[in-house]
């Protein structure tokens, strides 16, 4: 997915319109409008206008916050995956700590 795509799809996703809603406003189908998202098909400048027409910004607007917004996005992104794998990690010891029990529990009573 190509930094334009995502940026629309974020101002997408903040308005809480699908694709169905959106597709609909550009008077195009659904499939073109996910291809724009995910970069498959390249926009024109017409489509680019009428994108940003409908996000109320300017075609400079949609472009040069791209970069920023991918940053940001991507640090969002990531600090999340860290406190996911934080979460996956006490999971782990604590399974850990249990199998360690079972073990010793199982090795009592063998013995």
Same mark, same amino acid.
């Given at each position: 997915?190509?930094?334009?795509?995502?940026?629309?799809?974020?101002?997408?996703?903040?308005?809480?319109?699908?694709?169905?809603?959106?597709?609909?406003?550009?008077?195009?189908?659904?499939?073109?409008?996910? +291809?724009?998202?995910?970069?498959?098909?390249?926009?024109?400048?017409?489509?680019?206008?009428?994108?940003?027409?409908?996000?109320?910004?300017?075609?400079?607007?949609?472009?040069?916050?791209?970069?920023?917004?991918?940053?940001?996005?991507?640090?969002?992104?990531?600090?999340?995956?860290?406190? +996911?794998?934080?979460?996956?990690?006490?999971?782990?010891?604590?399974?850990?700590?249990?199998?360690?029990?079972?073990?010793?529990?199982?090795?009592? +009573?063998?013995?």
């Amino acid at each position: 997915m190509n930094s334009l795509g995502k940026r629309i799809r974020l101002l997408r996703q903040q308005r809480g319109w699908s694709q169905e809603d959106v597709a609909k406003r550009l008077d195009i189908s659904i499939p073109a409008f996910s +291809k724009i998202e995910t970069g498959i098909t390249d926009i024109n400048l017409s489509r680019l206008n009428q994108i940003s027409k409908l996000f109320e910004m300017s075609v400079v607007q949609l472009l040069s916050s791209e970069d920023r917004d991918a940053k940001d996005s991507v640090r969002a992104e990531l600090a999340d995956l860290g406190r +996911k794998l934080q979460e996956r990690e006490g999971e782990i010891i604590t399974l850990q700590k249990k199998v360690i029990d079972l073990y010793e529990q199982l090795h009592e +009573k063998t013995t």
